[in-house]
């Protein structure tokens, strides 16, 4: 057992760790729900249809649906990855601890990274659940909808934990809101990307958000064409990278 899969223990510590705080998982799809309720349905109410980027037509509760779904991907993934990631490596020196025994960094970085992916996976499933329930689910595609989400909070994951290994304090969490709020607000989640300027269209292009809101957008309105598979390849590449780069600081912070 020495050495092989020790990540799995690295997992099974945060779910022991958090079944008892089962209830601070509320907080990670409530904003995406609230923003269903107030923008995609009381909005939508004065919007009535929207001409998606591909010329289908819906309303715009059903636009905003999928995009709030790969919201809440993002938020889950984000929450473990960062706050709680920094919490352990710097102050409650969890790593120091499990590093101590056979496991390596990348032990660390894949169970840190799978715990994040259930809690998104989670969050995930129960806003699925309330846009079928609400109607806004109009295709069988729509059942990769929860794998997919997992693509997207593995994606957020990597790259979350990667840039929180350069973090000294908490003041530079800053840098994660001023880059996940304008995510959030500009990814094609409330407007098709076609209101915006050609020349924004490439920057709205990069952010991994957008690639997320394009692939659940599909699926769940049965929009399915090519493009999907050129922003998982996206989502993957991105995933991969940011694994290796968090595993390698992890390994320089703690064992050099």
Not at 53 to 64: I, K, P, R, T
Not at 75 to 94: C, E, Q, R, V
Not at 214 to 240: K, N, P, T
Request: aromatic fraction near 18%.
């Amino acid at each position: 057992m020495v050495g092989y899969a020790l990540w799995r223990f690295v997992l099974l510590r945060d779910v022991l760790a958090f079944r008892r705080m089962w209830w601070l998982f509320a907080s990670g799809f409530a904003e995406p729900v609230f923003y269903l309720f107030s923008i995609g349905i009381g909005l939508g109410a004065l919007v009535q249809d929207v001409t998606t980027d591909h010329g289908l037509v819906v309303s715009y509760a059903a636009f905003v649906a999928p995009a709030m779904l790969a919201t809440s991907a993002m938020n889950g993934s984000i929450a473990d990855t960062t706050y709680n990631f920094f919490a352990k490596l710097k102050f409650s020196k969890t790593y120091d601890t499990m590093l101590a025994t056979p496991a390596r960094p990348w032990d660390v970085a894949i169970g840190e990274i799978l715990w994040s992916l259930i809690r998104g996976g989670i969050y995930s499933a129960i806003f699925f659940f309330v846009a079928l329930a609400m109607g806004f689910v109009r295709s069988w595609w729509a059942i990769l909808a929860i794998p997919a989400c997992l693509l997207i909070g593995a994606a957020f994951a990597g790259v979350g934990m990667w840039a929180t290994t350069y973090m000294t304090s908490w003041k530079h969490f800053e840098f994660v809101t001023l880059a996940i709020q304008p995510m959030f607000l500009f990814s094609a989640t409330f407007f098709p990307l076609a209101v915006y300027p050609e020349a924004l269209q490439w920057l709205v292009k990069l952010m991994p958000l957008y690639h997320g809101v394009e692939i659940q957008r599909g699926l769940m309105l049965g929009d399915v064409h090519w493009g999907l598979l050129g922003s998982s390849f996206y989502l993957l590449a991105l995933a991969a990278v940011g694994l290796w780069g968090a595993s390698r600081r992890i390994s320089t912070l703690l064992l050099t």
